[in-house]
């Protein structure tokens, strides 16, 4: 049995998996689990409703509950292995598949600075960038209103303060966050910061540094390959259009009112 790896591109951590084992040529059957199917996004639109409808494709969300404990994406199955969480993926990955030294390098200190970035980003980047797509699409959807947009600001303001300590304090005046090459370090800030830019707050606009990164991120991965994994994410939009189950919608909502107050 070969790799399977259980994705679903809405999900940052998914996306930085399919990127890293994309650009690194390793083989690997895609297990397509649709997220939020039944749960947060409800049902699909009948047919002729006039409203979009979600990408099609059979699901694995079955499939990815038994491989992971924890119930949930990404997941790995390796023959009888099975391995959960992003960062120990990646690892894995990178070790198996022997990949450029550069994603995770041996020299011991270049690898602790990977290290310190995935440590810093759950506390900062990732605390704050999500935020943006559950203010601006997720939580109207099941409200049926916006949330006000001292909400939206608020969010904005602690990201932005990562933004600054991610630039002052890991990107500095080098290419990538470790040195002249790309590490995993830049995969996983890459993915989670364009999350806010997928509901329309284009935080690389007014920051040159970061935008640069950013391009040279895009070369590093390629292009093609780095728009393909957001493609889902930069139209999440759409998602406006589907129609909530209303009782999922009334079991749900006041639950996710709560999670910004």
Known sequence: MGLELYLDLLSQP???????????????????????????LGKKPAAGSGAEQPRAGP?????????????????????????????????????????????YPSDIQQRARVDEYLSWHHANIRANAPKTMWIKVLIPL??????????????????????KQFEERFLQDKA??????????????????????????????????????????????????????????LNIKELSNIQIDPQLKEQLAPVLMKMLK
């Open 14 to 40: 998914c996306r930085s998996i399919y990127i890293f084992a994309r650009s690194n040529n390793i083989p690997f059957e895609f297990k397509h689990v649709e997220l939020f199917k039944d749960s947060v």
């Open 59 to 103: 699901s694995n969300s079955e499939g990815a509950g038994k491989v992971s404990l924890l119930k949930k994406v990404p997941a790995l199955k390796d023959g009888d292995f099975t391995l959960a969480e992003c960062t120990a993926i990646l690892l894995y990955l990178s070790r198996k598949y022997n990949t450029p030294d550069h994603w």
């Open 142 to 163: 099941f409200t049926g209103q916006p949330l006000p947009s001292d909400k939206l600001q608020e969010v904005m303001e602690g990201l932005s303060t990562s933004l």
């Open 176 to 233: 990538f966050i470790i040195g002249s090459e790309i590490s995993l370090a830049d995969l996983v800030a890459i993915v989670e910061l364009m999350q806010p830019v997928g509901v329309g707050c284009d935080i690389f606009e007014d920051r040159p540094r970061l935008r640069e990164w950013r391009r040279r991120v895009e070369d590093a991965v390629g292009k093609e390959l780095f728009f393909q994994a957001h493609e889902m994410i």
